[in-house]
C-alpha cells in the first residue's frame, strides 16, 4: 500500500505562482511512476504532468505545458508541482497518483493504482 497526502494548495491570484507537494509513504516509492491530475466536480479527471521514478523525462498536459514543471526527490519520497503564470481556468482539485507498472500509458488516470485525497488550487482574477 501506498499513502500520497498533498500539500501547498491554496488561494493566488492570476499570474502567480504555486508549489504543490506530494509526501509519499508505505511501500517504496522510488520505482513508481507519479503523476499530478486535477478535476472540478462533474468534469473528467484531467492528465497535467507525470514523472517516471528515473526522473529521465516529463511529460505535460497540453493546458499546462510551459507553465508548470514536475519533479522528485526519491530520497525523501516527495513529487512537486512548481506552478507558474496561474490562470483562473487551474482552478481545481489536484490529485496526486502513483502507478507501479512503468509501461502503462502515464496520461490515462487508470494506469495509477493510488491516489492521494486532492488539494484545492484556487486562481482568482
Known amino acids: 500500500q501506498v499513502q500520497l497526502i498533498e500539500s501547498g494548495g491554496g488561494l493566488v491570484q492570476a499570474g502567480g505562482s504555486l508549489r504543490l507537494s506530494c509526501a509519499a509513504s508505505?511501500?517504496?516509492?522510488?520505482?513508481?511512476?507519479m503523476g499530478w491530475f486535477r478535476q472540478v466536480p462533474g468534469k473528467e479527471r484531467e492528465f497535467v504532468a507525470a514523472?517516471?521514478?528515473?526522473?529521465?523525462?516529463?511529460f505535460y498536459g497540453d493546458s499546462v505545458k510551459g507553465r508548470f514543471t514536475i519533479s522528485r526527490d526519491n530520497a525523501k519520497n516527495t513529487v512537486y508541482l512548481q506552478m507558474s503564470s496561474l490562470k483562473t481556468e487551474d482552478t481545481d482539485v489536484y490529485y496526486c497518483?502513483?502507478?507501479?507498472?512503468?509501461?502503462?500509458?502515464?496520461?490515462?488516470?487508470?494506469?495509477?493504482?493510488?491516489w492521494g485525497q486532492g488539494t484545492q488550487v484556487t486562481v482568482s482574477s
Open positions: 508505505g511501500r517504496t516509492v522510488s520505482r513508481t511512476g
Open positions: 514523472i517516471p521514478w528515473s526522473s529521465s523525462s516529463t
Open positions: 497518483a502513483a502507478k507501479t507498472l512503468p509501461a502503462s500509458t502515464y496520461y490515462l488516470k487508470t494506469s495509477y493504482d493510488y
